[in-house]
């Protein structure tokens, strides 16, 4: 351990030493890489060099152990246990922030919600989740763009795509995905009885042209006039996209904006994220060190998480946690159940490299 902090302070040092290079100042793209590597790494450092400091303390208090001064090894005992006790704790801190960090955490995010079991209920539920998301993204003055939506005429949606970009949003978001069920008696239920429907989330990184490389033989491209609300151009011209990757059978639609540029623009931001997506699923499944990140149906049985409106319950089932806020999580206060996910996986990333 000793010897690869040294190592990462070595970095740091070397790094905060390049910053002040007038060859580095006088390239502002190499300095924010050097910035953000010395931001990323600025934790590490900082306890790093406490807990080295300690391990000098443990080897000063053994050695006067040994001491004639009775008094003086009396103190050392008791130093020596307490730095052994500072170590372990401090010990466990670092082994969550050597953690490697996933690459992808910083990206911006395209945000997919559908209506999966449940009919209309379900449209309006995947419209709640909707709102949830979006009052979460509010906090955090992330930017919100539609992309997408398919819209039913009681305010639900089957389907509906944004963009969400702020710092470490995907990081935030990244455990959503997945199958989420709700219960509660439906607004058109006239004898009371509380109903199960379900709708799927699939948070995707945002991918840039560098990330993901698509070659335009691979695609096929239709377009088609748009449907449903929209203004004058709706059914008048063929301003929707559709967009097939012929290699993967990946299909995008998109028809919310008013020119063909823009929807094809949009389709193929959501087709590279869902490609860049995929590649990144295959290496956690390669690596066992993630739960599956993504979930494609709607079946209930695929859940991840409940959302019990008669009780005011809300479960996430793969860490078994349940809380009674719902009425807060519903209004995007999500922090306490992602939290709880970031350490359930750092515990399962620990697990995996002890055993």
């Not at 070397?14 to 910053?19: D, L, R, S, T, V």
């Not at 699939?202 to 698509?214: F, G, K, M, R, Y």
């Amino acid at each position: 351990m000793r010897d690869k902090l040294e190592s990462i302070i070595d970095k740091y040092n070397f790094i905060q030493g390049q910053m002040t290079d007038q060859e580095i100042l006088s390239n502002p793209e190499k300095l924010k890489d050097l910035a953000k590597e010395y931001k990323q790494l600025e934790p590490v450092v900082l306890i790093g060099i406490e807990y080295i400091k300690i391990l000098d303390q443990i080897i000063d208090c053994e050695s006067l152990i040994d001491s004639d001064d009775p008094e003086l090894k009396e103190m050392a005992i008791e130093d020596l246990a307490s730095n052994k006790k500072t170590k372990a704790d401090i010990e466990e801190d670092l082994k969550i922030k050597l953690i490697p960090k996933d690459p992808l955490d910083n990206k911006n995010i395209i945000l997919e919600i559908r209506a999966g079991t449940g009919g209309d209920e379900a449209a309006l539920f995947a419209a709640d989740l909707f709102r949830m998301y979006s009052h979460f993204s509010e906090k955090y003055n992330w930017e919100k763009e539609l992309i997408a939506s398919n819209e039913i005429g009681i305010g639900g949606f089957k389907e509906v795509i944004i963009g969400l970009k702020g710092k470490g949003a995907y990081g935030m978001l990244k455990y959503e995905s997945g199958v989420h069920r709700v219960q509660r008696v439906p607004e058109t239920e006239t004898g009371g009885r509380v109903h199960t429907s379900a709708a799927t989330v699939a948070v995707l990184p945002e991918a840039e042209e560098v990330d993901v490389e698509i070659n335009d033989i691979d695609l096929k491209i239709d377009t088609y006039r748009a449907s449903g609300a929209g203004g004058q151009h709706v059914n008048k011209t063929e301003s929707a996209i559709r967009i097939t990757h012929i290699p993967t059978g990946l299909v995008v639609t998109c028809q919310d904006e008013s020119s063909q540029h823009k929807n094809r623009a949009s389709a193929l931001k959501v087709l590279r994220s869902r490609l860049l997506a995929d590649q990144k699923q295959k290496v956690d499944a390669e690596r066992a060190a993630e739960r599956k990140s993504l979930v494609s149906t709607g079946d209930r049985s695929a859940k991840i998480r409940t959302y019990n409106f008669p009780q005011g319950r809300i479960t996430d089932h793969r860490i078994n946690f349940t809380s009674y806020r719902l009425s807060e999580a519903m209004n995007g206060e999500l922090e306490e159940i992602i939290e709880k996910l970031k350490v359930a996986e750092q515990q399962d990333i620990l697990s995996s490299e002890i055993s």
